[in-house]
Structures are given as structure tokens and as C-alpha cells.
């Protein structure tokens, strides 16, 4: 079933024994330790190792241990969050410690670059659910009850490409394919060359019901999941287990399986890591492009990866929107982040300065009273160029905008006008905002990772296609 | 009923009695010349004045004497053209003589600056009409019934209003009331005030049914008329007596209305000719204001008015449209003809040049076919300058586009490629167009008539409307 190029992918990719046995040995030793601390509290959970450590899916040196603690449904929310992490933080003594939130609190820790999450969850049954991680063993056992050593392997490859091409993860950040999802996708077509040959063919809708909850009515699924895809999930018909997918992750997990089938090659799994740009080498590149370039940099707000990445997204959006509102072309944008020190919200202009004169469309002429403060308004007005005339319908004028420096106008603005940026952004943007336009921005670039950033963002170019990947001659 | 300021308006309007004796002379004497010819000929038609001068409602020096001959209707349609249109020239013998034609052809004459039309057209019943001109006597008809001279001097007011105000003609080129338009609103209203009144109410959609044809269905009216006003013809239920409206000129009516109202002026009736600006104030008007402009000028085609100018404003769209999808900013456009010598096509833009890079949007990933032929195209492309990539589901790049020249884009392409510029006009230009960009424009303002409607088309703001005017204070 695994073609030849694929056995060499593999070879990378399986655990090694070595690994195996010390991520069994620790698995085992942690969920053991929780077991004992919880009955030392008189709480009688079953404890677990979930997720791909459990059904041995996961890809080489990237074990992520999830021990899921299967709490009695009657046990209080409050002993989540005091009492069950002491004992979690007693059962992985030695490790660095992170208390994590997702709808509550777990403990992530990190030993000889071992991460462990103690999570807890309820035991509970199907469709009862009392709390998102509810779902988690019964996924395991899903997913357990259906694997061989093939599909295995299959699964491997399927995580290891979309690793590759930068559509692995549920998280927001990437807004891509979930170890699950691709645990499904794989059982659900029988392979990884099937799927990414079933992926090539994808048209919207996309609906894949592997129990056939929507058998008969899938227009049911499709109003409930308004989503790009929709994975329904095999363990609860109410969830889409591929609702974190971004349609543009979907689209690229789409186009390069087509390209990998069609040429297959070791760059979908292992993309060459490119050097990184000096400051002078990009400052060439912003300046050949003769638009502007707007950065706003910031200390991002504490917050775990999910909340802050989300809060950068919409920030994003909001400056977007704001500079688009006062007639300014913004080609596109971007933002990046180290998660810690440095936030950077990227824009690229058509240019820095307004056009000199801007059309401003005023009301129709049969709306009496607007009609009248628009004249009021223009009617010897400076700033007008040319108007009050009506077009069609129409008041309208044409301004003079004395072309406005973006950069001038964010500086002004950002933390005075209400544009939509979430508050914990706003206020550190309020303590820390540097805005960089145009070859200033080189500055930041000293900055390695976001050099690669800006880079990646100028090219715009997934790094698997490349042009001799789609000719059709070769 | 007339206020003391339009007391003085109809002064000067209303045909002084010299005026009138002159008109009726030449009306009754060149009426029962065609007569004699058509009878000479052995057609039984009766002739008759119609128009203004017969309903007594032309403006002062503004005669123009409608020759109505109704013929038969069994007369041949080649008659009109050939043996009546000898007759007229027979019975206007020592007027300046143009053939003209709107359906049919018609006689124009001048003499001592006064204007005849001699129109054929059939006797027909209502409802019956063979030729567009049969209404014509019914109309006269209908208005004379309603007459008296107190309404004669409304609609005198309403027709010197909209002349004033640059909305009366119901030819292509003002695309505004007719004087038949005017006398109706007048009727149905009651005066020229009263007009006034309603008019500055009006709201989409605008239905005014004076015989009530739609009664209690006015919903068909709607949706047989699809124009911004519909009058319904009193004498034709399946005719607009305002279908030659646009918008543009109907709600310059409604707002001047409104303004007149709120400060009676002779201003309305009489606009201040304006001196004609000297070329080096246009430059410099030009240059203050940091758009480009392009002018396309050259020798319009030999056609009756409404012809010529229905061409021209296609004109002027379709390279609108040509240079909006070549990226250009349009911000306005206008044309201005003589009508004889001389068309100028002329358009404000943001910018000459392009902006340095373009965003192209390709197909939807979904789309295999399409995105291979978009991914050939552009992987490698040298005009590329960011991408492909993908944004949301579809395929996109962004191209440099080199900064064109919007005047030699048009010089390059006009006369070369389909715009959709009417054919007449496409051969005037391949042989006699110049194309003029931002000071180069100013050699045309040598024409002083050009010169004024530069100006005009650069302040934008009607005559009609002054600042003082809207203030609520005054």
C-alpha cells in the first residue's frame, strides 16, 4: 500500500524504539503518579493516556502525552481548578510546570523536551457532555478500535505532510488539521495517498459523515456546520470535528496534494528551511515593490497562544478595516508574533498617502432633511474640490484630502477611536506602539524570525510550489 | 395665485404683442401654404398649428412653430419622405431650409430667428398611432381644453424655471422636461408654485396619473414605466410623457424646487453668464488640484443632434468602463460637443499611472483546471511580485504592473480593440483624435465654449445653488 516514496518519508518519521520505550515509560509512570495522587484525595478517576501516544500516531521526536484524568460527573468545577492541579503538580514533580486554559484549567510540563498535559475531564457518556475534553477517550477508542500497524503509518504520513506544508494544527495560529481530523481522514479514505487523491477532487459543500449521522438529510449538516469542511465527528453527530479549519489551510492541503500526486517529493514533508533575509536584502525588496509598507510593533498582551493569537487576528482586521474606511487601498496584511516580547502587525499600501481628491458619496436627493445638512455641510466648504453635485440620485462631493500620511493618521488614532481592536491588544499597543513605515520597518528585521516573516509574507509563495512542480510537460 | 417675485419674471417671459402678431402671421401663412401644396399634390390633409404656439405657452423669443399635416391614414410612408418634404420646401421657399428626422422625416426652416417645423404626420385615433408624431395634435388638443390665461403664465414660469435651472429640453443631450412635460406638471398641479411645492416632496417612485389610468393598480404603471418619474400620457395610458428624464436632471429639478422655495431669486430663471476662464487659469485649476485628467478630442461624426450626442455619452462609458478595467481610478467624466467641429471626451483620474502592483484574483482552488492554468501562467512569471497564493479558497497574485500611462494605454488600444465606443464615433476618432493629458488639456480651452464647460465640469456645484441659499439662518 505505501508507495516507495513514501517508506523513505517514514523511516523519518516512525518513533524509534528508544522513543517508544521512554515515552511508554513516562506515559505510563505520570498516569500512575495522578492515579495515586487523586486516590490520596479520595477521588476515584480513571486515569488515562489519550491522544496519539495512545494510538501510537504520533510523528518522531514531537510526543505530546496527554493523561486524561475521568472524573465523576458530580464532582464540583471548583476541584478542576484547585485541588486536581496541586495533585497533577505533585504527580510531575521535577518537570517545568505551566498551568494551561482551554474551557479549563490543565497542567502542561515539559521534561527533557517530554510534553505532558494532565488534563481532567468527566466520564461521562456519549452526547452528555459536560465539558469539551468529555469527548477525548472516547476519540482514543474510536480511532483504537480501527487501527493496524498499516493505517499507522498511513496516519504518519498524513500528519508529517500537513506538518509540512503548514496546515498541522487545530490551533488558531495555523487554523489547520487536527491530529484527530487526519486520524479520520485517513481511516475514513483507507490511506494517505487516498485521501490527498480524495482531497484533490474536494468541491464545496464538503461533508464527510464516516457514521452516516446525516444519511438521507445531509442539507441538515450543511445548515448546522457552516463551516469550509465538515468532518462530522464519528463520537458526537453534533460536532465538526474539522471546524478550526481556515478555508485557506483546506485550499492549501487541497492544492498541494494535487501537486505531491502528480510529483511526488521529500519538500512536501520537510520543506527546506530558507536563511534568513539580512535587513538590507529586505529593505531592496520593500523598496523594488514601489507600494508602502505599514508595520505596527507592540509587546503582546500575556494570554495563552489561542486567546492572543485570536486577539491579533481581529486586531488585524480591525486596523484593516479602519485605514480601508479612510479610503486608503490596502493591498494585504499580516501578523506575527514570538507569543512573548514582540507583536507585529504588517499592511501593504498601495501607498502611504491618500489620492488628492476622494469622491464622498452624500444622500439621495429625496431624503429632504440629510439632503439639506449635506449642503449645509459642503456648500462653501474648503475642503471641497469639486460639488455638490448630484450623480444619478446623489448628493455628492469630491474633497481634497491633502494626501494623509497612514502613518500619521494610526498614530494619531490608535487608542482615540474606537476601531474594533480587542482591549488587551489596545491597551498594550496604547504602552508600546512603535509604527514603522516603509524601510523602517528593517529594524525589526534584526529580529530573525520575523525577517523570515516579512520575507515569507513578500513572496506570498507556499514554499512546495514551485515551478517545475506544475508544468505539465515534466 | 402668482407672487409678486414671478410677477416680475413674467415680464419678461411672456411674447410681447409685436412677438405674438409676427408668430401668428408666419404660423397661419405658412400653415395655409402647405396647405395648397399638399392639395395641389391631391392629399386631403388637414394642417394645423400645433405646439407651444398654438396653446400659446412659448417663452418670449423662443418661438418655434410646429407645421403639423395630417395625412390619411392610408398614405404611403414613402410620401413623407419624398413628395411632402418637397411641398414644405415649396411652402417655405426663402427660409433656410434642414431635412431633419426623428422616426420620419420632418422640414426645419429658419427665418429672422424665427424657427417652423413642418411635420407630416397621420390622423389617426387614439390608441391607433402610426407614426410617434400623431399624438402631437391630441396633445395640443388636450391641454387648450384646461387652458386659461392664468395657467398659460404657470406654465410659462415652470418652462423658464427649468431653462434656467439647465432642465428643460427633452432632447438627449439635456435629457430633461419637455414643454408638453411642463404644461402636464402644471395642470395637474395647478401652477407653477404648486409644482414646486409637490416636486420638493417627490420620492422613488414618482407616478403622477392625471387621468387615472392606473387607478387602483398603479403597480402596472411601475412596471411598464421603469424610469425614475412616470407621467402618464393623458392621452396615450401606454406612453411616459417623462421617459426622456434622468435622474440626473429630475432631482436637479426637485432640489433647485426646493431651493427657489426657500429663497425666491431671478437667479433660477436667469442665470449670471459666467466669464469664460482663460486657459492659464484652467492650468493652474488643473495642476491645484494633484488628479491627472485626460481629454479625447476630435471631429464628431455628421448626425442630427440626438443621435450624435446619444453616441457621445456611450463614448464616453465605454472607455470609462476600458480604463476601469485597466485599474485606472475614474474619479468623473463628461463630454462636450459643437456639435459640428469639435467632441471632447473628458475624465478626471487618481493618478495617470497605475499604482505599482496589482491584485489579480484567479479561479477558486476547487477549480482544478482553472488553477493549473493559473498556477502555469503565473509560477515564474516576472511580473509577478507576490504569489500565487491563496486567500480564503481562490488563487491570487499580485502583479507588477510597470506604473502605465493611462494616455498611451488609449492611445495603444483605441481604434485597436473593441471598447464598445459606437462605431461612427470609433471612425471619427482613428482618423482626427487627440489625446490631451492634465496641462495639454488647456490648448483646447483656446475654444471658449470648451473653456466654460472645463470649468463647469471642475466646480460641479450648479449655478442655481449658493451658499447663503441653504442656510437655514437666512
Not at 3 to 9: A, D, G, L, R
Not at 312 to 323: D, H, P, T, Y
Request: charged content about 30%.
Amino acid at each position: 500500500m505505501v508507495q516507495e516514496e513514501e517508506k523513505q518519508i517514514l523511516e523519518k518519521i516512525t518513533p524509534t524504539e528508544e522513543e517508544r520505550r521512554l515515552v511508554y515509560g513516562i506515559a505510563e509512570e505520570v498516569r500512575r503518579r495522578v492515579e495515586e495522587e487523586l486516590r490520596a484525595l479520595g477521588v476515584e478517576a480513571e486515569v488515562r493516556v489519550e491522544g496519539s501516544v495512545a494510538k501510537d500516531t504520533w510523528l518522531r521526536g514531537d510526543a505530546d502525552i496527554d493523561i486524561f484524568s475521568l472524573l465523576p460527573p458530580e464532582t464540583p468545577k471548583e476541584f478542576l481548578k484547585t485541588r486536581f492541579l496541586d495533585a497533577a503538580r505533585k504527580a510531575t514533580k521535577g518537570y517545568r510546570q505551566v498551568e494551561r486554559w482551554a474551557e479549563h484549567p490543565y497542567l502542561e510540563c515539559t521534561l527533557d523536551g517530554i510534553r505532558l498535559n494532565i488534563v481532567p475531564c468527566y466520564k461521562t457518556r456519549p452526547g452528555k457532555w459536560i465539558s469539551a475534553t468529555d469527548r477525548t477517550p472516547y476519540h482514543t477508542e474510536y480511532v483504537l478500535k480501527r487501527l493496524n500497524e498499516g493505517l499507522k503509518a498511513e496516519i504518519r504520513l498524513l500528519k508529517a505532510f500537513m506538518k509540512g506544508i503548514g496546515c498541522y494544527g487545530a490551533e488558531i495560529r495555523i487554523g489547520g488539521f487536527s491530529g484527530y481530523l487526519c486520524e479520520l481522514l485517513t481511516l475514513n479514505y483507507g490511506g494517505f495517498r487516498r485521501t490527498l487523491e480524495e482531497a484533490s477532487e474536494w468541491r464545496p459543500p464538503i461533508l464527510i459523515d464516516i457514521e452516516g449521522y446525516y444519511e438521507g438529510h445531509p442539507e441538515d449538516a450543511l445548515e448546522l456546520f457552516q463551516h469550509p469542511i465538515i468532518v462530522v465527528d464519528p463520537v458526537d453527530e453534533a460536532r465538526n470535528a474539522a471546524s478550526a479549519v481556515k478555508p485557506k489551510r483546506l485550499w492549501e492541503f487541497v492544492s498541494a496534494a494535487r501537486q505531491y500526486l502528480k510529483k511526488p517529493s521529500q519538500r512536501f514533508f520537510f520543506p527546506r528551511e530558507k536563511p534568513v533575509p539580512k535587513p538590507e536584502q529586505v529593505r531592496k525588496k520593500l523598496l523594488a515593490r514601489g507600494t508602502s509598507h505599514i508595520a505596527l510593533a507592540f509587546r503582546p498582551p500575556k494570554a495563552p497562544p489561542d486567546i492572543l493569537w485570536g486577539q491579533l487576528f481581529k486586531a488585524e482586521q480591525a486596523v484593516c478595516r479602519f485605514l480601508k474606511r479612510k479610503e486608503y487601498r490596502v493591498l494585504r496584511s499580516a501578523c506575527w508574533s514570538d507569543e512573548e516580547k514582540q507583536a507585529v502587525l504588517v499592511y501593504e499600501l498601495e501607498s502611504r498617502r491618500l489620492p488628492a481628491i476622494k469622491r464622498h458619496v452624500g444622500p439621495p436627493v429625496w431624503m429632504t432633511q440629510h439632503s439639506q445638512q449635506f449642503l449645509e455641510k459642503y456648500l462653501g466648504n474648503k475642503e471641497v474640490a469639486t460639488g455638490p453635485v448630484i450623480e444619478e440620485d446623489r448628493w455628492v462631493v469630491y474633497l481634497k484630502t491633502g494626501r494623509t500620511d497612514a502613518k500619521n493618521v494610526l498614530k494619531r488614532t490608535i487608542g482615540k477611536e474606537k476601531m474594533g481592536i480587542p482591549k488587551a491588544i489596545l491597551e498594550s499597543m496604547k504602552k508600546t506602539l512603535k509604527i514603522h513605515a516603509d524601510e523602517e520597518i528593517c529594524i525589526l528585521c534584526e529580529n530573525a524570525e520575523f525577517s523570515r516573516f516579512l520575507n515569507e509574507f513578500l513572496v506570498g509563495r507556499p514554499s512546495w510550489l514551485e515551478h517545475n512542480n506544475t508544468s505539465s510537460k515534466t
